[in-house]
T-cell receptor, first 111, second 112 residues
Framework: SQKIEQNSEALNIQEGKTATLTCNYT??????LQWYRQDPGRGPVFLLL?????KEKRKERLKVTFDTTLKQSLFHITASQPADSATYLC??????????FGKGTTLSVSS | GEEVAQTPKHLVRGEGQKAKLYCAPI?????VFWYQQVLKNEFKFLIS????????ETGMPKERFSAKCLPNSPCSLEIQATKLEDSAVYFC??????????FGQGTRLTVV
């Protein structure tokens, strides 16, 4: 069955550094991969989508890479700020099918 | 901008009682998904709709769970005879044409 692993349950970094979160998957060929942010007591908020034929996507301080050979995505937050502290979820999908979520990585950025 | 609206925010039910949750998706989005988040960050897919038609219900425990998305009405998820293990946050998401999921704030169901 499909499996998604977000390698770190928790990641602590200092303000200003780059946070790098990892998402690995097996037994699946997604058409796209998405990253979401979830704050306590709230629903996930969409951040970025990257398709299987794309290697990299950027949005402001965020960067996502997608390697379908390694079956891995890396999610980077540059110049991190305490306001970036949240849980980040990786999700895989194909057209019209349910998104499959990883368990998330909780990022804490200290000032 | 438009948001996915879920009601109620909190719901408390005694074991064996019925629970009904509502979701108003974003207009123009054809797909609606329901997820259950039990433990921290574990999202379990329940059911999806394409407009008012069930698209995928492989995650639904059918003996007690049912769902509908009727035209001009909020979508609903109903749990008959709730059990303690149904305690969770239930999220609804509507999907844009680009595949992005827009989530509601969730309904926290507590079964006591």
């Amino acid at each position: 069955s499909q499996k998604i692993e977000q390698n770190s349950e928790a990641l602590n970094i200092q303000e200003g550094k780059t946070a790098t979160l990892t998402c690995n998957y097996t037994n699946y060929s997604p058409a796209y991969l998405q990253w979401y942010r979830q704050d306590p007591g709230r629903g996930p908020v969409f951040l970025l989508l990257i398709r299987e034929n794309e290697k990299e996507k950027r949005k402001e301080r965020l960067k996502v890479t997608f390697d379908t050979t390694l079956k891995q995505s890396l999610f980077h937050i540059t110049a991190s700020q305490p306001a970036d502290s949240a849980t980040y979820l990786c999700a895989l999908g194909q057209a019209g099918t349910a998104l499959i979520f990883g368990k998330g990585t909780t990022l804490s950025v200290s000032s | 901008g438009e948001e996915v609206a879920q009601t109620p925010k909190h719901l408390v039910r005694g074991e064996g009682q019925k629970a009904k949750l509502y979701c108003a998706p974003i207009k123009g989005h054809s797909y609606v998904f329901w997820y259950q988040q039990v433990l921290k960050n574990e999202f379990k897919f329940l059911i999806s709709f394409q407009n008012e038609n069930v698209f995928d219900e492989t995650g639904m425990p059918k003996e007690r769970f049912s769902a509908k998305c009727l035209p001009n009405s909020p979508c609903s998820l109903e749990i008959q005879a709730t059990k303690l293990e149904d305690s969770a946050v239930y999220f609804c998401a509507s999907i844009s044409r680009g595949g992005e999921a827009f989530f509601g704030q969730g309904t926290r169901l507590t079964v006591v």
